[in-house]
T-cell receptor, first 112, second 114 residues
Framework: SQQGEEDPQALSIQEGENATMNCSYKTSINNLQWYRQNSGRGLVHLILIRSNEREKHSGRLRVTLDTSKKSSSLLITASRAADTASYFCATDGSGGSYIPTFGRGTSLIVHP | DGGITQSPKYLFRKEGQNVTLSCEQNLNHDAMYWYRQDPGQGLRLIYYSQIVNDFQKGDIAEGYSVSREKKESFPLTVTSAQKNPTAFYLC?????????????FGQGTRLTVV
């Protein structure tokens, strides 16, 4: 099964800075989604970007998708300590699987 | 409130025991999924179901079993054949497998072998 891989594995920044996380995947997709996980909790959906979209915004989040490079990035602007969490990308294959497949995630720590 | 509920939150298993993790959703979702998460790792798919009375193996199904007798419920049994069951288990659901919509997750069950 295909899997997204996030980069970096860990990111430590100061409050107010921007945080950028990247995701690469292996095969063609219908859409790519980003999720957030607070420690010991379930995942919460942040944003979905379809394969025919290049950029999407939601509040302080900006997601880009480059299907030619099979990569996506998540930018969190003006980060806050409350943004501390793990962030995962999930893909579902256009080959018919439609099963959300997750990477290993990026652990983000935002220092107050 | 609509949502997806996992229980229990913590579960302890003795060697050789089978244990069942509960997952219930009242979102009227067709598709349900079980994932396993190990420390510092991503989510690995155990089983999924797209319709009642049907389910498919994921990447790491060995040592696990599921049933889907009702649309709302998708319990996972961790059998004694699963040699390393200590992990965080997450259940999720979505409207349709091809719905291009988000997956909703429960809060997880942390299973520990004692």
């Amino acid at each position: 099964s295909q899997q997204g891989e996030e980069d970096p594995q860990a990111l430590s920044i100061q409050e107010g800075e921007n945080a950028t996380m990247n995701c690469s995947y292996k095969t063609s997709i219908n859409n790519l989604q980003w999720y957030r996980q607070n420690s010991g909790r379930g995942l919460v959906h942040l944003i979905l970007i379809r394969s025919n979209e290049r950029e999407k915004h939601s509040g302080r989040l900006r997601v880009t998708l480059d299907t030619s490079k099979k990569s996506s990035s998540l930018l969190i602007t003006a980060s806050r300590a409350a943004d501390t969490a793990s962030y995962f990308c999930a893909t579902d294959g256009s080959g018919g699987s439609y099963i959300p497949t997750f990477g290993r995630g990026t652990s983000l720590i935002v220092h107050p | 409130d609509g949502g997806i509920t996992q229980s229990p939150k913590y579960l302890f298993r003795k060697e050789g025991q089978n244990v069942t993790l509960s997952c219930e959703q009242n979102l009227n979702h067709d598709a349900m999924y079980w994932y396993r998460q190990d420390p510092g790792q991503g989510l690995r798919l155990i089983y999924y179901s797209q319709i009642v009375n049907d389910f498919q193996k994921g990447d790491i199904a060995e040592g696990y079993s599921v049933s889907r007798e009702k649309k709302e419920s998708f319990p996972l049994t961790v059998t004694s054949a699963q040699k390393n069951p200590t992990a965080f288990y997450l259940c999720a659901s979505s409207i349709l497998p091809q719905g291009n919509t988000e997956a909703f997750f429960g809060q997880g069950t942390r299973l520990t072998v004692v």
